[in-house]
């Protein structure tokens, strides 16, 4: 029987990048992201005569395949006859989060594909097996991912947030966030100060959310925005996701914040810059930014839901 799952990227404001134990994918310092409802991963499982994946409808490369056919071995031990199908509608590989919700969506269908039901701590263990991130898409709203490998909701109303994708490039990056970030952790002498910051960071945004303090949202999210990129610059030899048009982006949205905009920007492992307003600047806010000649995505809003059968 065939079975589907959907799954939402979420966009860490603190992020997690380095792991302190490789195998069980434990990160050095805690992050905290919000999952977004538009952008998404829908993944099925089906019945074939042999391993088949299919990525945004074409044949994933031997490494993808490789990746999703050890991953799903912790579902089932027997052989894995299976056609599984997974598509983005959004661009892969390039900062979205996109391996995120897709290993989110995939743990769920193959939860149910080969009748494991396993429970939360189970599912999270197996989920950010396949990528840390992923185990903040199994869930909607704001999430914590611990260093003790597990997740922590944060009950805070989200209503007001609209995420907007500033796109500079929609390419597959040349360097995966898992091979940087083991370059960061071993070679970057900025890593210890990303990895203190963003551990004191977690606990003062998990509050700001909680109080809906917009303002000191934005605040401590951008402060983190760039700790990321700085510390794969210090690398050896540099990581450089982010090039001239994400700093015109980040350029644009200090503009429009100077112009009286309630808005603030976050950045991932790619060059896209991401900004997040309040649902009554949305309108206006994009007006401004496509003005300026940019291409934007969004309004998004913050999702509900975390990854699920459909
Ligand atoms: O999901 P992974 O293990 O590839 O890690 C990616 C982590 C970042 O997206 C770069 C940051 C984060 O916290 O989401």
Redesign the pocket.
Known sequence: MKVTAKAHP???LV???GKKDSKN?LPYND?L?ITWEGLETVTSIEPADGFYFLMNGKDASSEDKAKVNAFLSRFSKAPLNVLIRSTNNFPTAAGL?S??SAFAALSVAANRYFACDFDKQTLETITRKG????I?SLYGGANR?NRDGHVTHVDASLEDYRLFVILVDDSKKAL???EA?KRVVRTSPLYKAFVNNANEHVSLLSDALVKEDFTKVGSISEENALA?PGAMLAANPPIRFMNDASFAAIRLVDAMKHEGFEVFYTM??GPNVKMITKSRDADSLKKRASKAGFTILGPFKPSKEGARLI
Do not use: E, L, P, Q
Request: avoid cysteine; charged fraction near 15%; hydrophobic fraction near 45%.
């Open positions: 979420n966009i860490a992020k997690y990048f994918v992050s992201s989060a391996s995120a990528s840390g991130s992923a903040r991912f995966s966030s898992r970030m990321m991932d492992a």
